[in-house]
């Protein structure tokens, strides 16, 4: 099965920097790959997503970048605020979305 | 947000003892997903339906069951609940369209074996 890496576990950066979430993973035939956000006491939620054929998109404050040769895509969240301190998980896919597989997660910590 | 409610959102039960999960979506959306979520973890599939009685296991199928009589309800059941069990689980739904393949995730349940 697909082996799903997220680096840092945890993220702790100052109000207005700027964040970076490695995500690698093992199947290369993976053709979705997208990023969700969880707040506490709640489900996750989608933020960003790329499909295989891009190699980057852009979100007002967030962006995802796709090595496909690597093997591994970030999460890029700039000028960071307070509501960004949430859990974010990668969970990339090789069936278009279907059968998910999430990273670890990464605990970002917005200091204001 | 998507339409989706799980129950019992708490549940406390014991070793040995049947547990059923439900989850109800008003969004008529095609797939349904079980995970579970245990720390350091992640989120793990369980189970997910891609249509009624249409069902399929996913990477920590043991000791768990599930049925989809209705396009809206999808049921998680653990036939003798065990401590391994414990977790918070999440519900979610798909529609796999060509524009889309986000998946919406219910509010979770959590569940405790004694």
Redesign the interface.
Known sequence: ?EN?EQHPSTLSVQEGDSAVIKCTYSDSASN?F?WYKQEL??????II?IRSNVGEKKDQRIAVTLNKTAKHFSLHITETQPEDSAVY?C?P?RN??????????TRLMVKP | DAGITQSPRHKVTETGTPVTLRCHQTENHRYMYWYRQDPGHGLRLIHYSYGVKDTDKGEVSDGYSVSRSKTEDFLLTLESATSSQTSVYFCAISDLGTKSYEQYFGPGTRLTVT
Do not use: E, H, I, R
Request: no cysteine; glycine share 30%.
């Open positions: 099965g799903v979705y997208p006491g709640k489900g996750p939620q989608l997503d998980f969970a896919s278009a979305g279907n059968m998910l597989t999430f990273g670890g997660g």
